[in-house]
């Protein structure tokens, strides 16, 4: 009899279960009102007295190893089921999560950056309250120079010297007068003008200049950099310069890039023409080489600027501009797919 005890308390050991079902069974076969634990108390009413105390101690064993083993296998059982909960039904559909979307002068700002970023353009950013040196007197535009007024401008009341910037060339002058060449930079953020607004124009809107200085730099890489560029946004390389004027550049020119005249949008956009202009450009004057402290004997470089908003108007299939400012959000949702 002891040694069916001593095997007995050596399956219960080595006991292992898989369910719950098979933890029941096996207290029932040992622990049960009929199960083996029980049978042995009643065998051991029979026994010889001198056997009682180590059969007993046997037998007492097995009860307590039995009770523990199932206790034990339901705390871990449980302890399994509370792990697997955690995780859910995996099967249940996702509650909808509301995504956001870029917006769509986010989105053309950052594929300009990317662009230019490529050939080895940084960006750089300065603040839209600026003083009148660093958005006028210091890009060759001194008081009462006639060509303030091609950009109607917020001033601050109180302080004539304090303004709206109106074009980001501000801040290659902030870029010209911290760093010395070679250059290459781009500055994007938005800019102000006192217009009115309609489909076409807005008194806010975002530019992208760029500033390339170096040591023999000419109109030539400022053509090839542009066709480039209009080639990896558009994906059209015709472009051509119309002489303009700008007191910061010179020479200066526009930029037009050939569109074509495929569809109607196509004609209503050109004015029948193919041809778009999307910025001004021109040769760095060397006046304002000189105002930054840039040597212009020894450097001369290329500057160009655009408006981001009718390009993302462009791209985008857009027809007014003011919905870049409304943020109606079932306007902007249309750009959750846009990278
Ligand atoms: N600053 C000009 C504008 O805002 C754009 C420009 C930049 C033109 C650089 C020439 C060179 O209209």
Redesign the pocket.
Known sequence: MIDKIKEYIAEVDAFKAKSKEEIEAFRIKFSGRKGIINDFFTEFRTVANEQKKELGQAINTLKIAAEEKVQLLKEEFEANVEEKGSYGDLTRPAAPIALGSRHPISLVKNQIIDIFSRIGFNVSEGPEIEDDWHNFTALNLPEYHPARDMQDTFFIQTDPDILLRT?T?SVQVRYMENNQPPIRTISPGRVYRNEAISARSHCFFH?V?GLYIDKDVSFSDLKQTLQYFTTALFGKSEIRLRPSY?P??EP?AEVDVYWGLETETDYKMTKGTGWLEIM???MVDPNVLKNCNIDPEVYSGF???MGIDRIALLVYGISDIRMLSENDIRFLEQFKSAL
């Open positions: 074009h060339s530019q200049e700008f910061f550049t200066s001004g450009c021109g500057a160009f600027g």
